[in-house]
Structure formats: C-alpha cells, structure tokens
C-alpha cells in the first residue's frame, strides 16, 4: 500500500504511534482502576494488535515509496 498524499501517511503514523498505544494504556489502566478486568485486557490487547498490523503496513508502504524514489532518480 503506498499512499499518494503524504498528509494520509502522516495522520496514519500519527494514530499508530500516539493514539492507539495511548487508547490501550488507557483502557487498561482503567480497567485496573475501577476493577474491570473482564474486558479491558481483551480490549487493549485487539488494540496494541491492530497497532502492530497497521506499524507493519505503514513500514511496508514506506519501503515501497523508498524504492520507487530510488528508481525515479535512477532514468
């Protein structure tokens, strides 16, 4: 996946590396808080797993627009 608009990029590294790691630290330390650990564990898990699937796309999708600079300076 490359992303044509460096803006859609930037708002993707934004909510991978500043919003979901702080959702998840969130709903578990409220869990632990109010004494909800029935859900919140499972909840903050599915999010730091998300988190981790979509750092991986954002990787990717930035090696791939690495490789295509390279070539487009290479002609």
Known sequence: ???KDNKV???MK???TVVLPA?????I???QIWNWTAYTVPI???I???EAFLAACLCISASNYKK???LEKEK
């Open 23 to 27: 959702l998840a630290t969130f709903i």
């Open 29 to 31: 330390t409220l869990g």
């Open 68 to 70: 295509m600079q390279a």
């Open 44 to 46: 903050g898990a599915t």
């Open 14 to 16: 934004w909510v991978v």
């Open 48 to 50: 730091v797993a998300l």
């Open 9 to 11: 990029y930037d708002i």
């Open 1 to 3: 996946m490359i992303f």
